[in-house]
């Protein structure tokens, strides 16, 4: 793609490093940009800048946060002896969004993962575990994704946490609503049936 201008190029390079953003998109919203008042366009650029320079990660969850201690944490309204424990920030927000948990988090930063290199020790477990001790947690409970990955790291801080008080529990796994029997995979199908729910709990 030929353009007219160096500066132009050069904006245009940096969107389309951007995930999901091809050039012609990059383009697209430059030229955008491009359209809009000086200023705005500034805000727009130290928005981004300092969101990049001031975030910090919450010292006691890993969450994204602005302080020392992020929202969650620091929210006496949230039941602080539950935690629920997810693989990214990511999964923090999409739980979030459901507005039907009223607990904390813990972010482990991924998954075990041996073929990809990854060990217990680049996770944030270890400090989940002196958590769980120090502040006598109540329950535990893995919101990771139901593959072979997920299982072997619920497995895992279950044995580094078997000698605690805490009730240890999974999201449920089965059928997607909306989804059909037919299609959903034998695993999917059986640990539907396995995992199967009192009528009252289900339609509540
Ligand atoms: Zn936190």
Do not use: W
Request: with cysteine; glycine share 8%; proline share 3%.
């Amino acid at each position: 793609m030929q353009l007219p201008s160096t500066l132009l190029e050069n904006a245009v390079a940096q969107f389309a490093k951007l995930p999901g953003i091809g050039k012609k998109t990059a383009l697209r919203l430059v030229l955008h940009l491009l359209k809009q008042d000086v200023n705005d366009v500034q805000y727009f650029g130290e928005t981004i800048a300092k969101m990049r320079r001031d975030i910090q990660f919450c010292q006691r969850c890993f969450n994204v946060s602005d302080g020392a201690l992020c929202s969650i944490c620091s929210n006496g309204a949230r039941k602080q002896h539950l935690i629920c424990v997810v693989e990214t920030i990511r999964d923090v927000i999409a739980i979030e969004s459901t507005q039907q948990f009223n607990g904390t988090y813990h972010v482990l930063g991924g998954i075990i993962s041996p073929l990809d290199g990854i060990g217990p020790d680049q996770l944030n477990i270890e400090t989940l575990v002196e958590r769980v001790e120090a502040e006598q947690t109540e329950e535990l409970l893995f919101a990771l994704n139901p593959n072979i990955q997920g299982d072997t790291t619920i497995y895992y801080i279950q044995r580094k946490i078997g000698h605690l008080p805490c009730k240890v529990t999974t999201i449920a796994r089965g059928i997607a609503f909306g989804g059909e029997l037919e299609y959903a995979d034998e695993m999917t199908l059986a640990r539907s049936i396995a995992n199967r729910l009192p009528i009252g709990q289900y339609v509540k």
